[in-house]
């Protein structure tokens, strides 16, 4: 069976780049407007002769309502049905309370986690990630999905994960 890789986050931290980083083609839908992946959307990717399916997510809020809760509930699904966990956050922000919350929830879900600190599109952005060290959630990969920088050491991670 091929594994299956679950990209969780708060609404636009960058999953869906970078689903398409992963991918190395422009599938997911980016948008400027939070909340515009709703429910959960399965691809098929290969790193370094590896293959596994990528799940993007609509994005995890907590205090979730309405057609927001329903996106929260099927990043939920897609937490439960991964056997790995790429948790996204914006490193430009760091970490909020929305995330720390997600961050409960995840180690409760007792998933192997890849936490990726995003939106490190320079050296000073990923100097601050650092700071991702104290969610507890290991290393925090600096990446810049955007822009690629960082991307291929998070790949080599997840496939020593998987
Ligand atoms: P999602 O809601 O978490 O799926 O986030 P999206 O992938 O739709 O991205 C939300 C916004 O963040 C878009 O405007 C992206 O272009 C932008 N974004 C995503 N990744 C990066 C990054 O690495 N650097 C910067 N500067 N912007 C990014
Ligand atoms: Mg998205």
Do not use: C, M
């Not at 400027?32 to 990717?45: K, M, Q």
């Not at 970490?95 to 879900?109: I, M, P």
């Not at 600190?117 to 104290?134: C, I, S």
């Amino acid at each position: 069976p091929v594994p299956v890789v679950a990209i969780v986050g708060r609404p636009n931290v960058g999953k869906s780049t970078l689903v398409n980083r992963i991918l190395r083609r422009r599938e997911a839908v980016v948008e400027d407007v939070p909340g515009v992946t709703r429910d959960r959307v399965s691809y098929d990717a290969e790193w370094a002769g590896r293959r596994f399916t990528v799940v993007d997510t609509g994005g995890w809020s907590i205090d979730a309502t309405g057609i927001h809760l329903r996106v929260a509930e099927q990043a939920e699904v897609a937490v439960d049905l991964a056997d790995v966990v790429v948790f996204v956050v914006d490193a430009k922000v760091g970490a909020t309370d929305d995330d720390e919350a997600v961050v409960k929830l995840l180690r409760r879900a007792g998933k192997p986690v890849i936490l990726v600190a995003n939106k490190a599109d320079d050296e000073r952005t990923e100097t601050d990630a650092l700071t991702l060290w104290n969610l507890g959630l290991g290393e925090p990969y600096a990446v810049s999905a955007l822009h690629g920088r960082g991307s291929g050491d998070f790949l080599d991670r997840l496939l020593e994960v998987l």
